[in-house]
Protein backbone atom coordinates (compact mmCIF):
# COMPACT_ATOMS: atom_id res chain seq x y z
CA UNK A 1 0.00 0.00 0.00
CA UNK A 2 1.08 3.68 -0.77
CA UNK A 3 0.49 6.89 0.54
CA UNK A 4 0.01 9.68 -1.62
CA UNK A 5 -1.25 13.66 -0.77
CA UNK A 6 -3.42 15.91 -2.31
CA UNK A 7 -0.76 17.01 -4.98
CA UNK A 8 -0.84 13.27 -6.29
CA UNK A 9 -4.65 12.88 -5.91
CA UNK A 10 -5.50 16.11 -7.89
CA UNK A 11 -3.16 14.92 -10.45
CA UNK A 12 -4.91 11.61 -10.52
CA UNK A 13 -8.45 13.16 -10.56
CA UNK A 14 -8.15 16.42 -12.62
CA UNK A 15 -5.79 16.67 -15.77
CA UNK A 16 -2.83 18.97 -15.11
CA UNK A 17 0.40 18.88 -15.80
CA UNK A 18 1.36 15.66 -13.59
CA UNK A 19 -2.01 13.35 -14.44
CA UNK A 20 0.43 11.57 -17.22
CA UNK A 21 2.93 10.34 -14.78
CA UNK A 22 0.35 10.00 -12.24
CA UNK A 23 -1.48 7.60 -14.17
CA UNK A 24 1.43 5.69 -15.35
CA UNK A 25 3.33 5.28 -12.00
CA UNK A 26 -0.24 3.94 -11.11
CA UNK A 27 -0.61 1.51 -13.84
CA UNK A 28 3.46 0.50 -12.97
CA UNK A 29 2.72 0.15 -9.36
CA UNK A 30 -0.76 -1.99 -9.38
CA UNK A 31 -0.56 -1.35 -5.51
CA UNK A 32 -3.55 0.10 -3.95
CA UNK A 33 -3.32 3.73 -2.33
CA UNK A 34 -4.22 4.01 1.88
CA UNK A 35 -7.07 6.95 1.87
CA UNK A 36 -7.67 8.43 5.21
CA UNK A 37 -10.31 10.35 6.70
CA UNK A 38 -7.48 13.19 6.58
CA UNK A 39 -6.97 12.73 2.71
CA UNK A 40 -10.69 12.98 1.95
CA UNK A 41 -11.32 16.11 3.62
CA UNK A 42 -8.21 17.51 2.25
CA UNK A 43 -9.10 16.48 -1.34
CA UNK A 44 -12.16 17.75 -1.60
CA UNK A 45 -11.07 21.20 -0.36
CA UNK A 46 -8.45 21.19 -2.49
CA UNK A 47 -10.95 20.52 -4.97
CA UNK A 48 -13.45 22.97 -4.19
CA UNK A 49 -10.31 25.54 -3.62
CA UNK A 50 -9.65 25.21 -7.50
CA UNK A 51 -13.48 25.73 -8.61
CA UNK A 52 -13.10 29.03 -6.53
CA UNK A 53 -9.65 30.14 -8.09
CA UNK A 54 -11.40 29.31 -11.52
CA UNK A 55 -8.40 26.36 -12.14
CA UNK A 56 -11.80 23.82 -12.43
CA UNK A 57 -15.33 23.85 -13.42
CA UNK A 58 -18.06 22.61 -10.62
CA UNK A 59 -18.77 20.10 -13.11
CA UNK A 60 -15.05 18.72 -13.29
CA UNK A 61 -15.00 18.30 -9.65
CA UNK A 62 -18.47 16.78 -8.91
CA UNK A 63 -17.26 14.00 -12.09
CA UNK A 64 -13.69 13.90 -9.58
CA UNK A 65 -15.87 13.21 -6.21
CA UNK A 66 -17.75 10.24 -8.02
CA UNK A 67 -14.43 8.83 -9.65
CA UNK A 68 -13.25 8.85 -5.74
CA UNK A 69 -16.02 6.81 -4.84
CA UNK A 70 -15.70 4.53 -7.42
CA UNK A 71 -11.67 4.26 -6.83
CA UNK A 72 -13.02 3.35 -3.36
CA UNK A 73 -15.55 0.79 -3.93
CA UNK A 74 -12.89 -0.33 -7.05
CA UNK A 75 -10.18 -0.76 -4.00
CA UNK A 76 -8.22 1.38 -5.69
CA UNK A 77 -8.16 3.42 -2.95
CA UNK A 78 -8.52 1.48 0.36
CA UNK A 79 -9.96 3.55 3.28
CA UNK A 80 -7.88 3.29 6.19
CA UNK A 81 -8.40 4.47 9.93
CA UNK A 82 -6.05 6.85 11.88
CA UNK A 83 -5.40 6.76 15.28
CA UNK A 84 -5.86 10.60 16.00
CA UNK A 85 -3.52 10.86 19.37
CA UNK A 86 -1.15 8.43 17.36
CA UNK A 87 -0.89 10.54 14.29
CA UNK A 88 -0.52 13.58 15.92
CA UNK A 89 1.96 11.90 18.83
CA UNK A 90 4.26 11.18 15.40
CA UNK A 91 3.65 14.25 14.16
CA UNK A 92 4.70 16.09 17.19
CA UNK A 93 7.96 13.58 17.58
CA UNK A 94 8.71 14.79 13.20
CA UNK A 95 8.18 18.64 14.51
CA UNK A 96 10.60 17.94 17.31
CA UNK A 97 13.00 16.34 14.91
CA UNK A 98 13.08 18.21 12.07
CA UNK A 99 11.25 21.68 13.09
CA UNK A 100 14.03 24.15 13.94
CA UNK A 101 16.01 22.81 11.02
CA UNK A 102 13.63 23.64 8.07
CA UNK A 103 10.26 25.30 7.70
CA UNK A 104 7.78 22.46 7.39
CA UNK A 105 3.74 23.24 7.36
CA UNK A 106 1.47 21.81 9.49
CA UNK A 107 -0.43 19.86 6.33
CA UNK A 108 2.90 18.30 5.17
CA UNK A 109 3.90 17.52 8.62
CA UNK A 110 0.53 15.08 9.13
CA UNK A 111 0.71 13.83 5.65
CA UNK A 112 4.23 12.36 6.67
CA UNK A 113 3.20 11.02 10.06
CA UNK A 114 0.01 9.89 8.11
CA UNK A 115 2.26 7.28 6.00
CA UNK A 116 4.87 6.40 8.81
CA UNK A 117 1.68 5.66 11.25
CA UNK A 118 0.36 3.39 8.20
CA UNK A 119 3.62 1.99 7.39
CA UNK A 120 3.53 2.83 3.98
CA UNK A 121 7.41 3.47 3.49
CA UNK A 122 6.07 4.52 0.11
CA UNK A 123 4.94 8.53 0.03
CA UNK A 124 3.88 10.20 -3.49
CA UNK A 125 3.97 13.68 -3.87
CA UNK A 126 4.87 16.30 -6.78
CA UNK A 127 5.53 19.30 -3.95
CA UNK A 128 8.89 19.71 -3.88
CA UNK A 129 9.36 20.30 -0.37
CA UNK A 130 7.26 18.12 1.55
CA UNK A 131 9.33 15.12 -0.99
CA UNK A 132 12.32 16.93 0.90
CA UNK A 133 10.84 16.46 4.06
CA UNK A 134 9.43 12.83 3.43
CA UNK A 135 12.68 11.36 2.41
CA UNK A 136 14.71 12.96 5.81
CA UNK A 137 12.31 10.94 7.67
CA UNK A 138 13.23 7.61 5.88
CA UNK A 139 9.91 7.54 3.23
CA UNK A 140 10.85 6.58 -0.24
CA UNK A 141 9.10 9.17 -2.23
CA UNK A 142 7.46 8.76 -5.84
CA UNK A 143 6.60 8.78 -8.47
Do not use: W
Not at 42 to 55: G, Q, S, W
Request: contains cysteine; positive net charge; hydrophobic residues 45%.
Amino acid sequence: MLYADSSFFVSLYLSDSNTVTTNAFLAKAQTPLAFTSFNRVELRNALRNMVARKEATSAAVAKAFFLIEGDLNDDLLVEKKLDLGKLLKVADQLSSRYGEKHVIRCVDLLHVASAHVLGTGVFLTFDRQQATFAQQTGLIVKP
